[in-house]
């Protein structure tokens, strides 16, 4: 976890990629899959084009640290897939510690959603078909 200030959506989600693809590296894994529920950044990171933006440094830091790995695979899945990295937004909120590794979390609700991961177990995403339709 890293508590970045204020940010945008974009720069939030490109400063947790690098760290988590310099973190995976640093763990000596050459094989890796990214999931992110930020369809924009997997747009991005998928794409060859360049751009002059805001956050174009922290992109080619990702595509530059992309490098480092044997193969990986970039795939876009829905918030509800990711409940780990939202829980872990919200906590990170209250952090005042600049970075922390959580290598043995103590977030009762985190080990539980991890353990729903391992097991195959995910949310149901209502989408506003799925909602009942009122008459009048």
């Given at each position: 976890m890293r508590n970045i200030g204020v940010a945008t959506s974009i720069i939030a989600e490109f400063r947790a990629l690098r760290d988590g693809l310099l973190l995976a590296s640093q763990l000596g894994i050459n094989r890796?899959?990214?999931?992110?529920?930020?369809?924009?950044?997997?747009?991005?990171?998928?794409?060859?084009?360049?751009?002059?933006?805001?956050?174009?440094?922290?992109?080619n830091d990702c595509r530059h640290l992309l490098c480092h790995f044997q193969?990986?695979?970039?795939?876009?899945?829905?918030?509800?897939?990711?409940?780990?990295?939202?829980?872990l937004a919200k906590e990170v909120c209250a952090c005042s510690t600049a970075f922390v590794v959580l290598d043995n979390p103590s977030f009762v609700n985190l080990c539980s959603?991890?353990?729903?991961?391992?097991?195959?177990l995910y949310s149901v995403r209502l989408t506003a078909s799925d909602l009942p339709v009122l008459d009048f």
């Open positions: 890796l899959i990214i999931e992110l529920d930020a369809k924009v950044i997997v747009d991005l990171m998928l794409s060859n084009n360049t751009c002059n933006r805001a956050y174009t440094p922290l992109l193969r990986y695979k970039i795939n876009h899945v829905y918030r509800e897939a990711n409940r780990c990295t939202n829980l959603i991890l353990d729903s991961d391992a097991s195959g």
